[in-house]
């Protein structure tokens, strides 16, 4: 391997006319004088590049692209005392209307323009005295017309992707740690986004298809249900009390199906279908 040289600790320079009188004549003549290395300002050309010299004018029209894009003025201002505007205004709610009404009542201007000017059915005069408690409980109860929206309240959604609840509890109903477990002790089940989807799609579906047919589509007759059943079981191959095949099968008002024989030994110990539990009564 090569050795690097050292650098050296004295450098001379030269000595200009008047510094050489003073050296010569001094207590330190013929002494070398140390010379601090001043560093230079300028980049050494770098050797492994391979890219060409900038020029100067290419960069200035580099930075100088003209945007097609327009200034837009933007304004900011502190949101925390920002209203909610998507409700009735404040002067045209019921509230403010009854406040009008109650005051014209009071001040005799609903009798002088009696006759005269029309201003509504909020402006008609109320020959029923409203005590105060009313007037006030109405910004609870809304007896007295729809309650006026919250102004400052902000509506803020969490979505818990990481619900801390205990696995072990959840799934056999013991947890080692007991009281002390820092997981929620649940045996819940929840439901996922996709799922409720699913679900109301599903609902949706049948909702459109009852509005075809001319029927009301909130309405949920029991032959939907009955017919969901049946769909359900059209896979039942044999009868689940003598788990063999069916032997004059019978249909239940739940839609279940059993062989005649095994439906009427179920009916000897319960009333109730063998699969759902549902009360039948032997039909």
Known sequence: MFRSAKPKKNK???????????????????EDVPVVPVASDRRAIN?????????AKNVVQTQLIE?????????????????????TEKDR???????????????GSADADSGKVYRGQAAYK??????????????????QGPIRAQTWARAISRFDYQPDVCKDYKETGFCGYGDSCKFL???????SGWQIEKEYA????KRQKRLQEGRDPDEESEDEDKAATKKKENEQFACTICRGPFRNAVETICGHFFCESCALKNFKKTSRCFNCKKQTNGT
Do not use: C, L, W
């Open 185 to 191: 002790h649940d045996r819940g089940d929840y439901k």
């Open 47 to 55: 050797t492994f590049s391979t890219g060409g010299v900038k020029k």
């Open 67 to 87: 945007s097609e894009r327009e200034i837009v003025p933007q304004q900011y201002a502190g949101d925390a005392t920002y209203e909610t505007q998507i409700d």
């Open 12 to 30: 001379r320079r030269r000595v200009a006319e008047g510094e050489d009188e003073q050296h010569t004549s001094g207590p330190n003549a013929g």
């Open 126 to 143: 109320s020959y029923i005295t409203k005590k105060e408690s009313q007037i006030g409980m109405n910004k609870y109860t809304g007896t």
């Open 202 to 205: 599903e609902k949706e579906k």
């Open 93 to 107: 709610d019921a509230r403010a209307v009854m406040e009008r009404n109650i005051k014209a009542n009071q001040d």
